[in-house]
């Protein structure tokens, strides 16, 4: 199953490689096809996981959770993660006008990003996710606290 290549910079899909090396177009950054852009292991089990789902007939929320699952073993267990992830992706999406609901690489970016934030909110109490051309185009920044993954936790899906 292809797994679209990020930068391994600023996280932006980059173009097909023509060669040895490919340029992000959005930070410039240049990057080795062959040493430098492998996908995270995190990132190709929850899409391929997603992507199993969605091929069976499961929603965008239940496709997440089963992403989450197999990629995450026991944290992936309820669907507070998949809510919490499905809640910041559709909020970025009405800011913005995008559906990154519905797309497995952005939502494994944002999966990545909270699994990040988790042991910050433990010991700060806050943690600026900072995703760059989450979309191919627009930033996703958004400071998390203790309170505000409750709240985005306790919506309900979709």
């Known amino acids: 199953m292809?797994?679209?290549l990020t930068c391994p910079r600023c996280g932006?899909?980059?173009p097909r490689a023509s060669g040895d090396?490919?340029?992000c177009v959005y930070c410039a950054a240049t990057s080795n096809v062959a040493n430098d852009l492998q996908p995270s292991r995190l990132q190709m089990l929850v899409i391929r996981g997603f992507k199993e789902a969605r091929a069976e007939g499961a929603t965008y929320f239940e496709s997440l959770v089963a992403g989450a699952r197999k990629?995450?073993?026991a944290m992936g267990e309820t669907d507070t993660f998949a809510r919490v992830v499905m809640a910041i992706a559709s909020d970025f999406d009405q800011e913005h006008g995008t559906k990154i609901t519905t797309d497995a690489l952005a939502l494994s970016k944002i999966v990545e990003a909270y699994l990040a934030?988790?042991?910050?909110l433990r010991a700060d109490g806050q943690?600026?996710?900072d995703l760059p051309a989450l979309d191919g185009k627009r930033d996703l920044q958004r400071?998390?606290?203790p309170e505000i993954v409750g709240q985005l936790a306790s919506r309900a899906p979709g």
């Open 2 to 4: 292809p797994v679209e």
């Open 12 to 14: 932006a899909p980059l």
């Open 21 to 23: 090396v490919v340029t």
């Open 71 to 73: 990629g995450l073993g």
């Open 117 to 120: 934030a988790l042991p910050a």
């Open 127 to 129: 943690y600026q996710i």
């Open 143 to 145: 400071w998390l606290t």
